[in-house]
């Protein structure tokens, strides 16, 4: 039996539900794949995000972050606190209630929206038809009228650390520990890597993160970089760059791990160790020999601009395909792909995807960098303020960290803006929504923010551009 939909989507994270949500809206008949099952062993919509990625992981920071702020930092508000006791399985299970919640509400709006979900494989075939194999084994064709990849990715695997689920474990198996580890050892400084290492520390375990490279997070600003780097390392995390992993052997309950720095061969034993060395495209088992879809030398699906793939009619959105592998860049090309189907000319704006690293504080950017711009040959003007200074910050007890504007000289419009420090995530959204409309520096700085807030270390950053910032002493620019 072939049954037809207007679109079938295959993957239901945060890309592909939102692409079906949104193809329903526009009036299409959607189906959408998702062969996952969650932590309970019932199928799951919400994919790497909702499940193992973005919620769990901020859960646990938030969770971790009240333990640590509870055991060191009360004090200096005059609150003393006896007999704080940690119980990690009731963390995670809140963790894990965190999640269900959420994953149950796609299936909701799925309802609600009128899309199917099909529960089970999908495999692209030639001629936009897509076989879904059903989790118990049935096999039935689809008829799509456009089809929408939308399988994400998962971790990287290394020969030299090979993953054994218990002591060896990728980003899933480091939500789900059940006792802090004395020694946790993390190979790759990334994103995922410092989250990650974050929580358990603030949970008591000793961190050491060994990281190829020899620049700390190089998509970001370095002096940006260079203070995060260091106020990490300030907390207690043991970063060593320039440290490449060439193995990991388990002896007894240890884990083994040799590397290499500029001094030679090293080892150093933990008791669990966290492979986070990045992620790839799933693509195994999506497309047909003949499916028609190319692949980039990366093994992304190669696609435009606006998400289509070299078959017409098919489209590929979210870690599947080129750029950031982020949630909210997944959810928008969803959106987008669905709208361009229905006939709109929606574009992502791909130069103000926000990046947001979950530490305390958190670490946030938007647009170019000083050194990406000036690589491009721009003439730019920069400016930064501290948030040691700001008001509220100090009322927080939680002053630490910077903002920093970059502007082209010429048009004064702004190129970028990079923060460390408190709510930098939520901070960041006003550079990008002034870069979406175009503004100059002197827009914001013509602007009136509320007193007292963390805003104002983005005034005062947008002031300094030209040396006008009030709480400083500048050399006056204009
Ligand atoms: P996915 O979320 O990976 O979803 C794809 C789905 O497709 C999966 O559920 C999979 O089961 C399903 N699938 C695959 N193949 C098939 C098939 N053949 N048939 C049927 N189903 C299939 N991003 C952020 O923006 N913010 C964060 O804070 C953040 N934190 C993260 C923390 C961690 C620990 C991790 C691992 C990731 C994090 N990310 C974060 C990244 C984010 O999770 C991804 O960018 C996002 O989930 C990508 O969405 P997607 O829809 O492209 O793919
Ligand atoms: P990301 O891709 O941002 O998640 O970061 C993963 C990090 O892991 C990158 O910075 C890599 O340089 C690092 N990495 C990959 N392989 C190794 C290895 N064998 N030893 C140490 N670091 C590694």
């Known amino acids: 039996m072939t049954t037809s939909y207007d679109v079938v989507v295959i993957g239901g994270g945060p890309g592909g539900y939102e692409a079906a949500i949104r193809a329903a809206q526009l009036g299409m008949s959607v189906a959408c794949i998702e062969r996952r099952l969650g932590k309970d062993g019932k199928p799951a919509l919400g994919g790497t995000c909702l499940n193992v990625g973005c919620i769990p992981s901020k859960a646990l920071l938030d969770s971790s972050h009240r333990y640590e702020e509870t055991q060191k930092h009360l004090a200096v508000h005059g609150i003393d606190v006896q007999g704080v006791s940690l119980d990690v399985p009731r963390m995670i299970a809140r963790k894990d209630q965190v999640v269900s919640q959420l994953t149950g509400g ?12 099909l529960q089970g494989q999908g495999k692209l075939l030639a001629g936009r038809r897509v076989l879904w194999t059903s989790l118990d084994g049935q096999e039935q064709t689809l008829d799509a009228g456009q089809v929408i990849l939308a399988t994400g990715s998962e971790p990287v695997r290394i020969p030299v650390a090979q993953v054994d689920g218990q002591y060896i474990v990728d980003s899933t198996g480091a939500l789900d520990f059940q006792e ?16 990650l290492g974050s929580v358990w520390r ?15 997070l190089p998509m970001l600003d370095k002096q940006i970089g260079k203070e995060t780097l260091k106020l990490l390392t300030k907390q207690g995390l043991d970063v060593r760059l320039k440290a490449r992993v060439t193995g990991a052997k388990l002896d007894g309950q240890q884990v083994v791990v040799s590397y290499e720095d500029a001094e030679g061969a090293k080892t150093e034993s933990f008791d669990r160790l966290i492979v986070a060395v990045g992620r790839r495209p799933v693509t195994e088992g999506l497309l047909a020999a003949d499916s028609g879809v190319e692949l980039d030398e990366r093994r992304f699906v190669h696609v435009d601009s606006q998400c289509r793939t070299s078959v017409p009619g098919v489209f590929a959105i979210g870690d599947l395909v080129r750029g950031p592998m982020l949630a909210h860049k997944a959810m928008e090309e969803g959106v987008m792909a669905a709208e361009v189907i229905a006939g709109h000319a929606t574009q992502v704006n791909y130069d103000t995807i926000i990046g947001v690293i979950y530490t305390h504080p958190e670490v946030a950017w938007v647009g170019m960098s000083e050194e990406q711009a000036r690589a491009q040959g721009l003439q730019v003007k920069v400016g930064s303020f501290s948030f040691a200074v700001n008001g509220r910050a100090l009322a927080s007890h939680d002053a630490q960290g910077l903002a920093k504007f970059i502007v082209d000289e010429s048009s004064d419009r702004i190129l970028g803006l990079h923060v460390l420090g408190p709510q930098a995530g939520d901070l960041v959204h006003q550079a990008m929504i002034a870069m979406e409309f175009g503004a100059s520096i002197e827009d914001l700085q013509l602007m009136t923010f509320a007193h007292p807030t963390l805003s104002e270390v983005i005034h005062e950053a947008a002031l300094s551009v030209d040396g006008r910032a009030i709480h400083a002493v500048q050399k006056r620019r204009k």
């Open 106 to 117: 796609i299936a909701q709006l799925f309802k609600g929206h009128g899309v199917t979900w």
């Open 180 to 195: 802090v580890p004395a020694r946790l050892g993390i190979i790759g400084a990334g994103v995922i890597g410092l989250e």
């Open 202 to 216: 603030r949970l008591g375990a000793q961190v050491v993160i060994l990281e190829a490279q020899p620049e700390f």
